[in-house]
């Protein structure tokens, strides 16, 4: 069966961490990028952090620069995604989302808004609290 699972959800204060896990399964994320996207109440999901398994290069939107960190797994086929100092605004059901690498520039067009349209595969998400 070909899909993502997200886990690693949950709660957590200001300033914490959490880390996020998609497994993939009925695929190699070898031929695919990457991504992670969240959507938080009312809002439009978003794409945060993407990944290029052809060259592991990177992209963060600014609003996790420095604080979020994607990673691969090759021989878990698994994504990460690590989230520190968080912040009340990071509240939000968090996806991951896959799709071949033909069609992309870089790991920044992975992470748009019309690559979402594009992706093979889409976790159901995982949820992310913030509370003090």
């Known amino acids: 069966q070909v899909q993502l699972v997200e886990s690693g959800g949950g709660s957590a204060q200001p300033g914490g961490s959490l880390r996020l896990s998609c497994a993939a399964s009925?695929?190699?994320?070898?031929?695919?990028?990457m991504g992670w996207f969240r959507q938080g109440p009312g809002e439009e999901r978003e794409g945060i952090a993407c990944?290029?398994?052809?060259?592991?290069?990177?992209y963060y939107d600014d609003s996790v620069k420095g604080r979020f960190t994607i990673s691969r797994d090759a021989t878990e086929n698994t994504v990460y995604l690590q989230m520190n100092s968080l912040k009340p605004e990071d509240a939000a059901k968090y996806y991951c989302?896959?799709?071949?690498?033909?069609?992309?520039?870089?790991?920044?067009?992975?992470?748009?808004?019309?690559?979402?349209?594009?992706?093979?595969?889409w976790g159901k998400g995982t949820l992310v609290t913030i509370s003090s």
């Open positions: 989302a896959a799709r071949p690498h033909w069609g992309l520039t870089n790991s920044e067009t992975m992470c748009t808004r019309k690559s979402m349209y594009g992706m093979d595969y």
């Open positions: 009925g695929f190699t994320l070898d031929d695919y990028a």
């Open positions: 990944m290029m398994s052809s060259d592991g290069s990177t």
